[in-house]
């Protein structure tokens, strides 16, 4: 579909995100399955058994592997212009947020100008 729209997935990423599992990939894989038919990849490294997920859509392309403890970053590159971009960011976040995970994701246009910030707030409580 995105090739018949003219667009195509940027070979830099333009969404941001960080994503709190708790230790539950599978999950958080299942989730994302549910999001615009997306092909999903859990992956288990052989040498430390790290986990990460691919996934990937007509129109974007994302990678989550882990950051600290329970916290993964997830960032991905879609294709299109500001709003679709960040609607697709929105559903993105919502159907994650359904599934009772902490997520956040920051947009960015192709000149790195943050055109929205989605979900919650990862910063330690003051």
Request: proline letters at 3%; aromatic letters at 12%.
């Amino acid at each position: 579909l995105a090739k018949f729209l003219g667009m195509e997935i940027p070979e830099s990423n333009n969404v941001y995100g960080l994503i709190d599992c708790g230790g539950r990939m599978k999950e958080f894989a299942a989730a994302l399955q549910r999001f615009r038919g997306a092909e999903v990849r859990l992956k288990v490294s052989q040498f430390d058994g790290a986990q990460s997920i691919r996934m990937d859509t007509p129109d974007a392309s994302f990678h989550a592997y882990k950051s600290l403890d329970s916290e993964f970053l997830f960032n991905g590159a879609v294709a299109g212009e500001a709003e679709p971009v960040c609607q697709f960011t929105r559903e993105l976040y919502n159907v994650l947020h359904q599934a009772g995970f902490r997520t956040r994701f920051d947009v960015y246009d192709e000149d790195g100008a943050t055109l929205a910030t989605i979900g919650e707030d990862f910063s330690p409580a003051s």
